[in-house]
């Protein structure tokens, strides 16, 4: 029995899959983005060439942004907050039993609010979202979270899944602070937004809380793990699989800014303590 409802979740998200694609071409093609494509020199026609060929793209700050100062000043204060954890640390004390995802700490408040706004509306950031969407970006959500090192198995976003927020979907993750192999770095599955790509993923492993050794060896060098240095941005399709690796017990934590784009008609709602959420990006670069 439990096996049947295990296919027939299987065949549900396939078919979801399906309608999916068909939603993003139908998007892409009634509505078309009204913003101006960026002038991509030959770095930033690379990024995007990835993003779509492979699911992510890759980039330092200091060499795509606009002005990296903003970006510089978050790193500055999360460097501080990782060394001197007293404060996150009361934060994370107030997370509750129950939550399941008590190793992820939302530390936005934390950080000054314009710095933050300033790399969302950033030109290049927005002209790179742009390009990938085909229709017009609406930002979703952006938090800055820490995460920590927990005693417990790998549970959650920890584990290989997708998202659903929309079939249309970039996210981007700003390493905030330097992630080694020990600080649990962002590791994304290449190729698997694409679709026959996830049909076959679905198919043979599922939706969600998959294990990199349940892959087979053909499979296992397409998972991309991300370490890095302060500043460096990650661009990611969360159609895709992915996941967060779980912290070592070495590790002080992994601070990063984390920022969700999705098309005018989103699947899932906006988180309701969000900060700048469901904003275009025609809004968002005029100031609005």
């Known amino acids: 029995m439990l096996k049947i409802k295990q296919q027939m979740v299987q065949i549900y998200f396939i078919l979801r899959h399906i309608i999916y694609t068909a939603r993003k071409l139908l998007i892409r093609l009634l509505f078309p983005s009204k913003i101006n494509s960026i002038g ?7 990024l995007i060439k990835n993003i779509r060929s492979l699911g992510w793209g890759r ?17 500055f204060r999360a460097k501080y907050l990782l060394k ?24 936005t408040k934390l950080f000054k609010k314009n710095e933050i706004e300033n790399i969302i509306k950033d030109e290049n950031l927005i002209g790179i979202i742009n390009e990938y969407f085909g229709t017009e970006p609406y930002i979703i959500a952006s938090e800055i979270y820490w995460d920590q090192y927990l005693n417990q198995s790998e549970i959650s976003s920890q584990l290989f899944h997708f998202d659903g927020e929309d079939p249309i979907l970039l996210k981007v993750f700003i390493y905030l602070t330097d992630v080694s192999e020990k600080d649990g770095p962002f590791v994304y599955l290449e190729k698997s937004q694409n679709f026959f790509n996830k049909i076959q993923m ?4 599922g939706i969600h809380g998959i294990s990199d050794l349940n892959f087979s060896p053909k499979l296992l060098p397409k998972v991309k793990k991300f370490t890095g240095s302060a500043g460096d941005i990650i661009f990611a399709d969360t159609n895709g699989y992915h996941k967060g690796n779980k912290l070592n017990s070495e590790s002080s934590g992994r601070i990063l800014l984390n920022l969700s784009f999705v098309s005018k008609w989103p699947t899932s709602k906006p988180p309701i303590d969000g900060f700048i959420t469901y904003k275009s990006s025609s809004k968002l670069l005029s100031n609005l």
């Open 40 to 46: 991509l020199n030959i770095i930033l026609t690379k």
């Open 84 to 107: 001197n954890q007293i404060t996150i640390q009361e934060i994370a004390n107030q997370i509750k039993n129950s939550d399941k995802k008590q190793f992820k700490v939302n530390i």
């Open 202 to 205: 679905i198919f043979l492993h």
């Open 59 to 75: 980039i330092h700050g200091n060499d795509f942004l606009v002005n990296s100062n903003n970006l510089n000043s978050l790193i």
